[in-house]
Structures are given as structure tokens and as C-alpha cells.
């Protein structure tokens, strides 16, 4: 899994519609050049809103805030053999330009 954090959503050059869907077309190009690959599985944007829920008495909060530089964005689900191979398939996330981030994790599939 990409989890993809800060980047465009909070860039100050993201501020007109045109810069917004200028950028979005490099997203839909890596998009495409992952499922061409057959590695894109899935993944969605995240909305900059939400709730927390925690704690033994699950205290629900407000959360997470869009002035975080580390407010997650959004994922995909991508394959491959291995970490350092999805790590590979980072090369082009449009976001490294406005110091986003993506956190790479293994997903643990659930026999059930």
C-alpha cells in the first residue's frame, strides 16, 4: 500500500483551478502507466476531514487537520514481489515537488 502524505493538498501553488487540474494530470498519468504495468489495484483520494476515535471510552474528536503537513491524502494499492519494489514504483508520484511523502507498507491479507 502507497499511503500518500501533505504534498499538492496543502501546496500554496495549488490555489487556482488550473494549477489543481494541471497537476491532476500527472497523477492520471502515473495511474495509467501502473495499470498498464498491471500494478495499480486500486486507491482513492481522502477528503481533508474526519474524526478520531480512541481510547477505552472511544472519545470521538475532530481530526485531522489540513494544516498538517503529514495529513494522509490519500493511498493506492499497488503489487509487488516486494517492499523495495514498490518503493521502485514511487519514482514518479507527482507529489515528491511539494515535499509529499508516500509511506509504503506491506499489506497482511487476512485468511478468514
Given at each position: 500500500m502507497l499511503i500518500f502524505h501533505g504534498g499538492s493538498d496543502i501546496a500554496p501553488e495549488m490555489k487556482s483551478p488550473e494549477a489543481m487540474q494541471k497537476h491532476m494530470q500527472k497523477w492520471?498519468?502515473?495511474i495509467e502507466k501502473l495499470s498498464k504495468?498491471?500494478?495499480y489495484d486500486g486507491g482513492e483520494?481522502?477528503?481533508p476531514t474526519g474524526k478520531f476515535i480512541g481510547g477505552k471510552n472511544k472519545?470521538?474528536?475532530d481530526?485531522?487537520?489540513a494544516e498538517s503537513k503529514e495529513?494522509?491524502?490519500g493511498y493506492f494499492i499497488v503489487?509487488?514481489?516486494d517492499i523495495d519494489e514498490a518503493i521502485s514504483l514511487?519514482?514518479?508520484y507527482p507529489d515528491f515537488i511539494y515535499d509529499g511523502k508516500v509511506q509504503v507498507r506491506p499489506v497482511q491479507k487476512m485468511d478468514m
Open positions: 492520471f498519468a502515473w504495468e498491471g500494478r483520494a481522502l477528503l472519545v470521538v474528536t481530526g485531522p487537520f495529513l494522509v491524502g503489487k509487488a514481489k514511487c519514482a514518479d
